[in-house]
T-cell receptor, first 117, second 110 residues
Framework: GAVVSQHPSRVICKSGTSVKIECRSLDFQATTMFWYRQFPKQSLMLMATSNEGSKATYEQGVEKDKFLINHASLTLSTLTVTSAHPEDSSFYIC?????????????FGDGTRLSIL | DAKTTQPPSMDCAEGRAANLPCNHSTISGNEYVYWYRQIHSQGPQYIIHGLKNNETNEMASLIITEDRKSSTLILPHATLRDTAVYYCIVRVAGNTPLVFGKGTRLSVIA
């Protein structure tokens, strides 16, 4: 159980393009979803936290106008990288949790490798 | 900042037990200890978590010291597929995200 599906797994596109990444919880309702970014040989860095039906909370240094997050349902969150540039190339990983009030673990998708040419 | 300290790397012979240590000396009473691992180019995989009692599941065992200032993740019979970066994370129950440190890179050697 507790499967998180992320799509696409890999994107290669030209500079200036906007890219949308989808994150779905397949067998549970995710009241909270998280988006992380990971550069080569580094650890995961939290970008933002989103709760269903409300605006996302962004970590310091993450531009909310560049990384648009929508969490419109209990099973779907999207991250749109607007006007992507080469420095946005990274491994983007989403995570979801069901019952926010408990100690239950976060579950992660398999990530999206974004390459901007 | 991560609230845990782990060795940057460890080696383990295939078939032997892998014991991965983690220090969390500033852990508070309502914080749980979580362990995840990340195999190359994949998302992190949940392994186990606990508050103060030792825990065991089909993947691993978690041993937490009585003062809760450190813990050890035990993979009883390591295989080559257990080669990964292992993250020890402390987190209070509730709507807080996991914050990742640098983890331990475990290499299982044939």
């Amino acid at each position: 159980g507790a499967v998180v599906s992320q799509h696409p797994s890999r994107v290669i596109c030209k500079s200036g393009t906007s890219v949308k990444i989808e994150c779905r919880s397949l067998d549970f309702q995710a009241t909270t979803m998280f988006w992380y970014r990971q550069f080569p040989k580094q650890s995961l860095m939290l970008m933002a936290t989103s709760n269903e039906g409300s605006k996302a909370t962004y970590e310091q240094g993450v531009e909310k106008d560049k990384f648009l997050i929508n969490h419109a349902s209990l099973t779907l969150s999207t991250l749109t990288v607007t006007s992507a540039h080469p420095e946005d190339s990274s491994f983007y990983i989403c995570s979801a949790r069901g019952d926010w009030s408990s100690n239950q673990p976060q579950h992660f998708g398999d990530g999206t490798r974004l390459s901007i040419l | 900042d991560a609230k845990t300290t782990q060795p940057p790397s460890m080696d383990c012979a295939e078939g032997r037990a892998a014991n991965l240590p983690c220090n969390h000396s500033t852990i508070s009473g309502n914080e749980y200890v979580y362990w995840y691992r990340q195999i190359h180019s994949q998302g992190p995989q949940y392994i186990i978590h606990g508050l103060k009692n030792n825990e065991t599941n089909e993947m691993a065992s978690l041993i937490i010291t009585e003062d809760r200032k450190s813990s050890t993740l035990i993979l009883p019979h390591a295989t080559l597929r257990d080669t990964a970066v292992y993250y020890c994370i402390v987190r209070v129950a509730g709507n807080t995200p996991l914050v990742f440190g640098k983890g331990t890179r475990l290499s299982v050697i044939a």
